[in-house]
């Protein structure tokens, strides 16, 4: 399904209402959405101090739409220093669009090597025959190509490693469903979709050999936070002694945020969970959770494959 848009508003409220979600897709998109201003005020004078306070602030609400994601505010910033190399240069407004929007294209193709490269790197891990629990989606549908964890998936698939994935549903937006169990099957990938209460007895039963799930924000410590729920598939695989795998671009890593306890967590509306109201009835919807890096076995990289503790000497 495509969502077309004219303007940079357009493209925070299609953020903002997950039409494009997963944190390297909303961080290319977020970059796309610069280019997008500029181009609607390409006939502006780029000389004029107003054109650039205009422009860096615009670019602070997009930075904004979402709080968790690091890569979204990261891909943002990087947009903005090529505002700022362009401007340097003299160009007039309609060449810093065309230069934006050429830097918003490099971003894109950036994240597809990101992809393959993780994709690689995971499937080095895989067993032949594995069968893999994911936790949301961090397919194509949360980045430029195959995705992150599902990445790994395709990549391991590819060399005839992986027997099944368990997807789970993923409430309350259910991504698991919707998303991942719907790409995996397009993509000939033998899938189970299971509600996220079953994922401990189909653990218990044997049926599970590695989890793989991607990433929103990753602390220097190697805490990670994704999708809400992912902290308690990390709690079980390891009460089931079972591989747990986080996949994500170094862009992911905040090295601003010490360990999990400095992420923000994004509260959605409660209609997510209960949408028809009932009196009396308060609802609770953070969108993700932290996972301790203690419950993470390594984090699936394009740069290689690292224990959560060795992550900080790679920045
Ligand atoms: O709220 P969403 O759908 O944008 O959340 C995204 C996730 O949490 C994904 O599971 C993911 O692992 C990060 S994006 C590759």
Redesign the pocket.
Known sequence: MFAEVGTWEEVVAAIKA?AV??????GVTGAAALALWASCHSGDDAFDPAYGAAFHRMAAQVAGA?PT?VNLAAMVHRAEGEFDRLAGTGAAAGGIAAGLFDFAKALEAEDEAVNRAIGANGAALLQPGSRVLT????GSL??VFY???LGVVYAAAGQGKVQRVYADETRP?G?GSRLTAWELSRAGVPVTLLCDDMAASAMARGLIDCVV????RIARNGDTA??IG?YGVAVLAAHHGIPFYVA?PFSTIDGACADGGAIAI?QRDPSEVLPAPIDGVDVMNP??DVTPASLIGAIITERGVFAPRDLESQL
């Open positions: 997950l979600r997963g944190a390297p897709a909303i979402r994601a936790h949301c989606n961090a949360a980045t995705g992150t964890a937006v991504q799930v991607g990433a929103d994704n999708k992912t994500a994004e969108a993700f």
